[in-house]
């Protein structure tokens, strides 16, 4: 895999370093409601300060607001990391998408950012996906360096794409069902076990287009309808009654799925196994992040919902790798090429 140059080795001291990192942080009542991000972003900021940075400016991007919104203001993102890290040469730009240049890549708003700095650091691993102006465009203006965070996550992730140990076991859910095919292409092929659940369970039941045997949920929790405290029971997979919705995997498949979980030496997770969010239906997501907490395997997981669903139950810290990319963590592993990172001059 392509590696981009480290901002381990730019010669930083007395430098004006505008950095992209990715602050899309989920806002509450005007506070960040969740702020991994903003704390996975602070090594490199420190690196640089450390090494005596004359001025560190951040940049990101924040929600998908059209033109300028306070309801999407970087404040108090800018708020939180000052009180995380407090120095003076730190300063926070306003969202990067309040200029419609940025998600056109536009050359005008590229020069903009890059003022008159003196590099450029990305460590937006997150928005890699994205080739925007801030995650690009600057990266052509001035001198490109890959951040600490964006390259351990091409690192950590990147094992996922070489050879691993077996039995490597895949898991996939989650509502996104197409955003998920192309790593189910790239990598199940390779995997010992794919297991499935959510909405994606029902689609490749009808239809699976993959060329490789998947294990489908075999019983399900039904909901009489799409709601917190729906009407709830536990029927055989393909036993749903007309109109129920299958809203978690039931628990005979948790337990399946635990057990495959517990053999494997390699795991990917990416999306739960169902609503979540509401307790009657979470029990099968909860028995898939227990068992790959548990695992002694290498584990790995992507995806914004998966990862709270782990952080609610204190088990973010037990697995190899937690990505704080969703869509990123999904291209790199489709076996794509991040256009953030080919910005970056090579090693
Ligand atoms: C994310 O949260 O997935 C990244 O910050 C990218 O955001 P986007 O999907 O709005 O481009
Ligand atoms: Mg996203």
Request: with cysteine; aromatic share 6%.
């Amino acid at each position: 895999m392509r590696k981009p140059r480290s901002v381990r080795d730019a010669d930083v001291g007395g430098k004006r370093v505008l950095v992209r990192a990715d602050l899309n942080v989920p806002l509450e009542g005007g506070e960040v409601a969740d702020e991994t991000r903003i704390r996975a972003s602070l090594p490199t900021l420190e690196l640089l300060l450390e090494r005596g940075a004359a001025e560190v400016v951040v940049c990101s991007h924040l929600g998908r607001p059209e033109g300028e919104d306070a309801a999407f203001s970087m404040k108090p993102v800018d708020v939180r990391l000052r009180e995380l890290l407090p120095d003076d040469r730190i300063s926070v730009l306003e969202n990067t998408r309040f200029n419609p240049g940025e998600t056109s890549n536009d050359p005008e708003f590229a020069r903009q950012l890059a003022g008159d700095r003196d590099l450029y650091v990305n460590d937006a691993f997150g928005s890699a996906h994205r080739a925007h102006a801030s995650t690009v465009g600057v990266a052509e203006i001035l001198p490109a360096y890959a951040g600490l965070l964006l390259e351990r996550e091409l690192e950590q992730l990147g094992k996922l794409l070489g050879e691993v140990e077996h039995p490597f076991v895949l898991i996939s859910g989650g509502a996104k069902v197409d955003d998920k095919l192309g790593v189910l292409r790239n990598l199940g092929g390779r995997a010992d076990e794919v297991l499935i659940g959510g909405k994606m369970a029902e689609q490749l039941r009808d239809e699976n287009p993959l060329g490789f045997e998947v294990r489908l949920p075999t019983d399900v929790v039904a909901a009489s309808e799409f709601a917190e405290n729906a009407e709830a029971m536990v029927v055989p997979y393909d036993a749903l009654p007309e109109g129920w919705l299958g809203l978690d995997i039931g628990p005979e498949t948790g337990e399946a799925f635990a057990a495959r979980i517990a053999e494997a030496k390699t795991v990917f997770w990416n999306g739960p196994m169902g609503v979540f969010e509401w307790p009657r239906f979470a029990a099968g997501t909860k028995a898939v992040a227990e068992a790959v907490a548990k695992s002694d395997g290498y584990t790995v997981v992507g995806g914004a919902d998966s990862i709270r669903a782990l952080s609610e139950l204190g088990l973010a810290d037990r697995v190899d790798w937690a990505s704080t990319g969703g869509g990123a963590a999904l291209v790199l592993l489709e076996g794509k090429e991040l256009p953030g990172v080919t910005a970056i001059p090579e090693d």
